[in-house]
């Protein structure tokens, strides 16, 4: 059985204007930058790069229905849909595919570090509360302090609208244990900005890539000579070449760097959210030259 999921999927980032309002520019230019310009296969709103954790449920509405005008006919569309309380998750996940979105993607609850069997009852909550909703699960030990284990995604593999988790933790026998136990009713999906090559070589066909914001048209281009085109000397070779800059990023303060990174290239960006601040020299100066290295003007 084919997977479900293929191609390269951005967790589109939310910038501000002066207002702190969200900017509705920057974020349409953005959406048509990465879908027209960059061809990637689908967008995610409201996920952890896009600060659903800072945003009002008017401002999640906006940014999710926005994106949705944006991505019509053009590509899928799974909206970031956590929150910490298993009601209000199954909440935002109604109106989400209500409005349209293809899926939802969620991260678990992101104060307290949670069992098991507590997270298998929050996603089962959801999966059965919201059977129309195709599922992408979060794998994100690093930001909720809950670690989703191989067992207990085999568990919700018997919920048949949970269709894939992205996994973050960069501990890559977890792809196969995974795959293993589950075969294709939940597919892995890299999370990982500097393992997607080795994502790949393990049958993996997507890539949910937040430095990807910054950089698509290099995601775009590894996943299809390693997926599309089964290259894999040239996607290694690629790889090799453009992973220090994914690097730099997934190891900074990466939202920053995404926007001031896509600012000096020229796109309205607006600020990011506090308490994110704006980039500092520290992490500037190697950005800047990387991207340089990679042929972008930077100003």
């Known amino acids: 059985m084919a997977n479900k999921l293929n191609g390269v999927y951005i967790p589109v980032f939310t910038s501000y204007d002066k207002d702190d309002k969200v900017n509705e520019e920057a974020l349409r230019f953005h959406c048509r930058y990465l879908l027209d310009e960059c061809k990637v296969q689908g967008l995610i709103p409201c996920g952890s790069t896009g600060g659903f954790a800072f945003m009002h449920d008017d401002e999640r509405e906006f940014v999710i229905k926005t994106v949705l005008e944006e ?7 799974f909206a970031g849909t956590a929150s910490c309380a298993t009601r209000d998750v199954i909440r935002y996940s109604k109106d989400a595919v209500s409005w349209g979105a293809d899926g939802v993607m969620i991260v678990p609850p992101y104060y307290g570090s949670f069992s098991q069997e507590e997270l298998f009852q ?3 909550a959801i999966a059965e509360g919201v059977p129309e909703a195709k599922i992408i699960l979060y794998n994100n030990p690093f930001s909720s302090h809950s670690d989703i284990l191989p067992e207990t995604v085999e568990r919700l593999a018997a919920f048949d609208n949970i269709i894939a988790i992205k996994e973050t933790t960069g501990i890559m026998q977890r792809v196969k244990d995974i795959q293993y136990r589950v075969g294709n ?41 390693a997926v599309v085109q089964k290259d894999l000397a040239a996607a290694d070779s690629y790889f090799k070449d453009v992973r220090p800059a994914f690097e730099i990023i997934e190891n900074g303060p990466y939202v920053a760097m995404v926007i001031a990174g896509l600012g000096w290239r020229g796109h309205p960006v607006g600020s990011p959210r506090r308490p994110i601040l704006p980039l500092t020299e520290e992490y500037a100066v190697p950005l800047k030259k990387e991207l340089k290295r990679l042929g972008y003007k930077v100003d």
């Open 71 to 77: 991505a019509k006919g053009k590509g899928e569309v």
């Open 185 to 225: 009713k939940i597919e892995v999906v890299c999370g990982c900005d500097t393992l997607p090559f080795e994502f790949f070589l393990c049958g993996v066909t997507a890539w949910i890539s937040g430095p990807g914001n910054l950089l698509p048209k290099q995601a775009e281009k590894l996943y299809q000579l």
């Open 122 to 124: 929050h996603y089962r």
